[in-house]
């Protein structure tokens, strides 16, 4: 079984930046897919950004320039560099992981295994 563990959240003011990591355990091999997904209270689960096994990404429109997702497989980690932060950003953010055909995709479904959640706060 794999666990995901988030972490690099935090409050921040506007403009900022987070770096969220998501270690992962358990695998037997590299060969996986992420993404992280957040969520606001009230709001359904957003896919934020994905990236696939060959390094392909997709983003979600409202953070497409501002966020990076990236992957060290020899650390079995996984990032979200959040840069240019908003308010509108405030969420728990969640790692997710996958090996599936649906590498690449910001559905929740998709994923198997996901984190606990780390909360980002951004104020004005």
């Known amino acids: 079984q794999v666990q995901l563990v988030e972490s690099g959240g935090g409050s921040v003011q506007a403009g900022g930046s987070l770096r969220l990591s998501c270690a992962a355990s358990?695998?037997?091999?590299?060969?996986?897919?992420i993404a992280w997904f957040r969520q606001a209270p009230g709001k359904e689960r957003e896919g934020v950004a994905a990236?696939?096994?060959?390094?392909?990404?997709s983003y979600a429109d409202s953070v497409k320039g501002r966020f990076t997702i990236s992957k060290d497989n020899a650390k079995n980690t996984m990032y979200l560099q959040m840069n240019s932060l908003k308010p509108e950003d405030t969420a728990m953010y969640y790692c997710?992981?996958?090996?599936?055909?649906?590498?690449?995709?910001?559905?929740?479904?998709?994923?198997?295994?996901w984190g606990q959640g780390t909360q980002v706060t951004v104020s004005s």
């Open positions: 997710a992981a996958t090996q599936s055909l649906y590498c690449g995709s910001r559905v929740s479904w998709a994923y198997h295994y």
């Open positions: 358990g695998y037997t091999d590299t060969t996986y897919c």
């Open positions: 990236i696939d096994s060959d390094s392909s990404t």
